[in-house]
């Protein structure tokens, strides 16, 4: 089975601290993905990479940045954190298949900035 | 605004009901997937179906296609109390990047 791990499940950090969010993903997936979820907002995507060292932004890049130095590893950096980005944080991956890539997701990061 | 978005927000039914719920689009697109994300997880994919396609089956799911319409369809038929959870379409471009939209959360009372 294809697994997705991300570093932490509950994250609590202080405002302008540097925040780190692993996923690694055991699949060998070219495609890796974050989004951010809140209530009412549904999944929106922060950033993605196709390949290594590649990354694209998604809809709300603002205020975060990403590194994948490895195939399997995809990081989130929140620079200077801010409490509007408390928030669950989901990373996803998928094969490169054209069209019809199905996702599979971690288990979630639950920031909370105080 | 987001490229799918679910009809109805939220959904309650009795054990052994059928559920539908509904996901409108913008754009082209590739494909259409539908998600489930039990309370506080991750999102399961349950089904996807191709531009070209109008209809497909997975066990108790049935996914319709409408591209003249920019919409699809969920059904899950006989439903359980394990059904109740989020359910989320996304729309995925050329591009292999997909477009989530806000859910529907479905309840399955036993």
């Known amino acids: 089975d294809v697994k997705v791990t991300q570093s932490s499940r509950y994250l609590v950090k202080r405002t302008g601290e540097k925040v780190f969010l692993e996923c690694v993903q055991d699949m060998d997936h070219e495609n890796m993905f974050w989004y951010r979820q809140d209530p009412g907002l549904g999944l929106r995507l922060i950033y993605f990479s196709y390949d290594v060292k590649m990354k694209e932004k998604g809809d709300i890049p603002e205020g975060y940045s990403v590194s994948r130095e490895k195939k399997e590893r995809f990081s989130l950096i929140l620079e200077s954190a801010s409490t509007n980005q408390t928030s669950m944080y989901l990373c996803?991956?998928?094969?490169?298949?054209?069209?019809?890539?199905?996702?599979?997701f971690g288990p979630g990061t639950r920031l909370t900035v105080l | 605004s987001q490229q799918g978005e679910e009809d109805p927000q939220a959904l309650s039914i009795q054990e052994g009901e059928n559920a539908t719920m509904n996901c409108s689009y913008k754009t082209s697109i590739n494909n259409l997937q539908w998600y489930r994300q039990n309370s506080g997880r991750g999102l399961v994919h349950l089904i996807l179906?191709?531009?070209?396609?109008r209809e497909k089956h997975s066990g108790r799911l049935r996914v319709t296609l409408d591209t003249s319409k920019k919409s699809s369809s969920l059904l899950i038929t006989a439903s359980r109390a394990a059904d109740t959870a989020s359910y989320f379409c996304a729309t995925e471009t050329n591009a292999g990047k997909s477009t989530f939209g806000d859910g529907t959360t479905l309840t399955v009372k036993p």
């Open positions: 179906i191709r531009s070209n396609e």
């Open positions: 996803a991956s998928s094969f490169w298949r054209g069209n019809g890539n199905e996702q599979f």
